[in-house]
Structures are given as C-alpha cells and as structure tokens.
C-alpha cells in the first residue's frame, strides 16, 4: 500500500472553486489561497442563514492509546462514504497544531485513503490562522508590560498578572521564564511563562465567538490579571480590543479545503481536548449546518474530553444539537486497555479484549448520559480476526450498543459505507439531548459532576491555590460559567497510568483559571502541562523535503 504522502499527492484534487460550488457557495464569497484552499467570507453565513440545518453528527472515541484510534480517519471516512451515498455533506475539523506535527502524534489530516488535502499545506502553516492568534496573545503580552514599564496608570500588580505568552509548538524550556529588563532608573521583573497557542484563550474566544462583534466583545472582557487593590483588569482597560481584533479577522474566517475523494471540508480552529476545550470553531460548524443536510464534525480525543467539552461548552455556548454521535474504537485499543503491550496487540487475545472492554463500555454509558445513545465504530485492522470481531459484538449487544466495522484506511468512503447507511438511520430518529450539568450550580458542583459521572472518580481534592482562585472567581460572580477540565487524555483519571475503567481515585485539581473572555472556567488536573514537551525521538527527526524541492516527506 502506498504511504499516506503518496496517496495524498497522487489524489486528483478539484479548483477550490469546484467544492465551494457543491455547496453552494459562489466564486465571489471565497478568498482564495492557491488552487486547492479558500477563506469562506463572512457573506457566505448571512446569505444561508434562513436556510434549515443540516444533521449534525459527532464523533468521538475511546481513551487513546500510543497507537493511534483513528477518530479523524474515520470522521473523513463517514463523510466520504455519506458523499458516495449521494448525500449533500460537509465536514467539519479542527486545525492541527504544529507541536504534535513536529513531536509524537504527528499530523491530523486522518490517513490511507480517508484524507483531507492538501496534507502538507494543512499540517503547517495552512492559511496563518494559528501564526495569527499567537500573535494576537502576544501582543497583549507585550502591552501589559509596556504598561506596567511605563509607570503603570492601571496599578497592575506585577506579581497577580494571569496573561502567559504562548507559541505553537512544544517547548518545555518555555514553561517557566523571567522577565528582566531595565532603562535608565527603572528595573521591572517578574515571573511569566509560556502555552502552546492551542491551550490560549485566544484559541477558545475565535473558536466561540459568534462574529467579529462578538469576537471584538470577547477580547474586550479578557481579565488579564489584577491591580494592587484585587480588581480584576481587562483587555479594554489597556484599550487594545480593536487592534487584537484586526490581528484575528482573517482567522475568524472558515478554511475550505476537500478531502482526497472531493468532498468538501471546512477546517478551523484547533484547540486540543486535554488541555483546552477540544471542538473546532462556531463559525465553522454553524456554517457547514447551513451550507450541506449532514455535517460530520469531531472532538479531541476520548469522549470523556472531547465529547464532553463538545456537549458541554460548545453546544451550550451555540445552541447545537447533535442528532448522532459514533464512538469509534479499535480492538487493539481494547487489548491495551486490557494488559496487552503496544508491541503485542496484533496477536489474537480474547481474554484480553474482555478486560479492556470496559473502557468502551463507559465511554458509550458517558455519551448516553446526554440523552443520546452512540453507534459503535470499529475501526478496522488486517490483524483483526473474525474471532475478536464478534466477541466485540457479543460484549456491545449486553450493553445494547450497535457496533459497525469500518474499513476507511484502506478503502477510503466504501469503507464507510455501512457506518453512513447507520448513521442516516440514526439522524432520522429524535433524541433526549441533555447538558451534564446547570449553569446554576456551583463551580465545585460542576467539576464535581464531571469527575463523577464521565471519569468514575469518588471526587475532587483541591490545591491551596485552586481554593484560592475558586474564591475569587465566585467574588467576581463568574460561577454561572460552563467548565473545562485540563487532564491527560490517556485515562479516565488523571493518571495516565490507569487504563480501563479505574475507580477508587480522586482527581486532583491543581490550578483553577477564569477564562472570562471565552466564557468558562478551566481546572488543571494531575500533573497535565499547558505547554507540552517534545518526546525523545521527536517527529521533526523524520521530516525532511525530497529532491524534487516540494514534497516533504515523513510528515503525516
């Protein structure tokens, strides 16, 4: 089988123009970026607003494990397989990032023959949007400095200031640094530090935003930090809402791209799931409802983070509601969660898929927890056996759980075909769509919820300084917020550790943050990094151009 670069660069991709024009859209309300990539103007949303949405279908997964779950994958695929059922369809992805491009997980363009194109072009700088909202954090970064240096009308008190830097890549070296600097008479130093830009604030607010008011309003409500009295600073006190808004307004603007079968995908923003709200942007999504009858969209990782995030903040925050979820596992996952070593999961192992099923079967008990029963997705591998299959089946029927085998990579939308045919099934039948929690309750009684009923925890043990904070929020009378729960991704816990379906543990909240400007509260649990690291053998070893000076090779 060919590599996924030679399989994308042999696709015989259409003008941009040609998908725009499969929904719709006309030539004149995109912004064109080469032959294959277009900005979507904010004209293509209000000339479809009256129309009626679309169906609208998440999928998410089970914890992922070192080798991979295919989500994204199977996402394309369903909407390839959607679009060869002669369905007017339309999907809806994140951004990647370039610290996992460059460090351990590698691109998300999905793989074999269920790709988005062009992978490079995707995979690293795209159209800037990323570039830009990094830049946009920074530049607040450099005013409140500026501010504090040049004799600090707002009392900024140096030692409470919440702003971090931020760059798109992983750099543990950044975690932590010193600002120092002096002129003349004046010293100033503090302590300040570094995110990747997929965990800023910045990313969550152009994600959540409405339009570039809302977005311009967003900025504007950024608490920042606090003066020498405790009042909490915003953005608009240093009066800077306008030109960070005039960074962002090309990112705000939805990405239209297409995957290697021509059907059409909108791709923007990319927070990632574990350390941030894991959905891709409003904008984007509201406007696929708008433009196809199905829109496949995803949420990072498992469904304890991405799912959840998914369910909790961004259809709360836009007034979405899913008609379908697919919750795609693999039986090498299964194996792994049940004791099997990643380098022993091709063997056949019965017991072993017994023991890790748990694992599904919470995700699927979580997803039902919405009022929404999910359909199983397995995605399928040679080394699977006929044996392993229907013992996945067995276990999915006692929990009343269907289960649809796919066959993506190496099929592309065939492979797809049956899960497609399910799907539409399901997004003819009404659901009891619900939120995990009110906005009413308390900030503890939402963590509280979450850790509760979607990773099986007796609870939540908080820091000094997270008790602090939670004070302080609640003087500001910010509690109504949604909740967003920074924790690893490869448990239900925050214990990496802890595969299958652990109980009898606590989470562990280290940190509480107020996102004011994209609306909700972030706990930092366990010992996850906001600004992760580089792995030893980092993927920016195996990337490298060809001798032709344009294709690169190892990047996926």
């Not at 040049?150 to 931020?166: A, H």
Request: charge should be neutral.
């Amino acid at each position: 089988m060919l590599t996924d670069v030679e399989i994308n660069k042999s696709a015989k991709l259409e003008h941009i123009s040609k998908i725009a024009n499969k929904l719709g859209i006309d030539e004149e309300d995109i912004e064109l970026y080469g032959k294959y990539k277009a900005k979507l103007s904010k004209e293509v949303f209000e000339k479809n607003k009256d129309k009626k949405d679309g169906k609208l279908i998440l999928v998410t997964a089970v914890n992922p494990t070192p080798l991979g779950e295919g989500k994204t994958t199977i996402s394309i695929g369903l909407a390839d397989g959607l679009n060869r059922l002669g369905k007017k369809v339309c999907l809806a992805l994140r951004e990647p990032s370039l610290g996992p491009v460059f460090g351990i997980k590698g691109g998300a363009t999905g793989g074999g023959y269920a790709q988005v194109a062009p992978m490079d072009d995707i995979n690293l700088h795209f159209t800037g949007d990323i570039h830009a909202m990094t830049a946009a954090n920074n530049l607040i970064a450099a005013c409140i400095d500026n501010h504090i240096f040049q004799g600090n009308e707002l009392k900024i008190d140096p030692e409470n200031v919440t702003w971090r830097r931020c760059m798109d890549m992983n750099d543990r070296a950044l975690r932590t640094v010193t600002l120092d600097y002096s002129f003349k008479d004046r010293t100033y130093i503090r302590n300040d530090g570094f995110d990747i830009t997929v965990a800023s604030e910045i990313m969550a607010i152009v994600c959540l935003s409405k339009d570039i008011k809302d977005l311009e309003s967003r900025i504007a409500n950024i608490i920042f930090g606090y003066d020498v009295d405790g009042k909490a600073l915003k953005v608009s006190d240093l009066k800077i809402q306008g030109a960070v808004t005039a960074l962002l307004r090309d990112a705000l603007k939805p990405n239209l791209v297409q995957t290697i079968e021509n059907t059409p995908a909108i791709i923007h923003g990319g927070p990632f799931a574990n350390i941030a709200h894991g959905c891709n942007s409003i904008v984007a999504t509201k406007t696929a409802l708008k433009l196809a009858d199905y829109v496949v969209t995803e949420a990072g990782f498992g469904a304890d983070l991405g799912a959840e995030k998914f369910l909790d903040i961004k259809c709360r925050v836009a007034g979405l509601k899913p008609n379908a979820v697919v919750l795609v596992t693999t039986l090498k996952a299964l194996k792994y969660n049940g004791g099997v070593s990643k380098e022993n999961v091709k063997e056949e192992n019965l017991e072993a898929i017994k023991k890790g099923f748990v694992n599904l079967q919470k995700h699927v008990e979580n997803v039902e927890k919405y009022g929404i029963k999910p359909v199983v997705a397995l995605n399928k591998y040679n080394f699977d056996t006929d044996a392993e299959i229907n013992l996945l089946k067995e276990l999915c029927s006692g929990i009343d759980a269907e289960v649809v085998c796919t066959d993506v990579f190496a099929k592309g939308g065939e492979g797809a075909i049956d899960l497609a045919n399910k799907i539409v099934e399901k997004t003819n039948e009404e659901n009891e769509f619900r939120f995990l929690y009110n906005d009413n309750m308390s900030i503890k009684e939402k963590l509280e919820t979450i850790a509760k009923e979607i990773y099986g925890a007796d609870g939540i043990e908080y820091s000094p300084k997270a008790e602090k904070a939670l004070k302080k929020i609640e003087e500001l009378g910010k509690s109504n917020m949604p909740v967003c729960i920074a924790k690893t991704q490869y448990s239900l816990s925050d214990d990496p550790k802890l595969l299958g379906r652990p109980t009898g543990f606590k989470i562990k909240a280290r940190e509480v943050i107020l996102k004011n400007g994209a609306g909700f509260i972030v706990c930092i649990a366990g010992s996850i990094m906001t600004m992760p690291g580089l792995p030893k053998v980092p993927a920016a070893e195996s990337i490298h151009m060809a001798e032709d000076g344009e294709t690169i090779v190892g990047l996926f």
